[in-house]
């Protein structure tokens, strides 16, 4: 069955950088879009990015560019989302999406 696991969420300083990745499997992964969304306390779930299958195109929230990158690994079926100079305002758990499926989250934490 389709599996997405998200890692790599933490505490972490404003300014400060993470990388997020979502390993994905039960399905064939370079064939989708895949997104990362995130959603803070109280609010509802936006998108942050997302990367087309193959040709790597992206799309980004106003919020984050110029701030993360997105990116895939086919082999690995695998997408990274790579933030830096984190925000307060970033803090909220990180989904990623494919298809209908989600993960479970990665809780990000930006405070001092």
């Known amino acids: 069955q389709v599996q997405l696991v998200e890692s790599g969420g933490g505490l972490v300083q404003p300014g400060g950088s993470l990388k997020l990745s979502c390993a994905a499997s039960?399905?064939?992964?370079?064939?989708?879009?895949v997104s990362w969304y995130r959603q803070a306390p109280g609010k509802e779930r936006e998108l942050v990015a997302q990367?087309?299958?193959?040709?790597?195109?992206?799309i980004y929230a106003d919020s984050m560019k110029g701030r993360c990158t997105i990116s895939r690994d086919n082999a690995k079926s695998t997408v990274y989302l790579q933030m830096n100079a984190l925000k307060p305002e970033d803090t909220a758990v990180y989904y990623c999406?494919?298809?209908?499926?989600w993960g479970q989250g990665t809780q990000v934490i930006v405070s001092s």
């Open positions: 999406k494919i298809m209908d499926y």
């Open positions: 039960g399905f064939t992964f370079s064939s989708y879009v």
């Open positions: 990367i087309i299958r193959s040709s790597g195109r992206a």
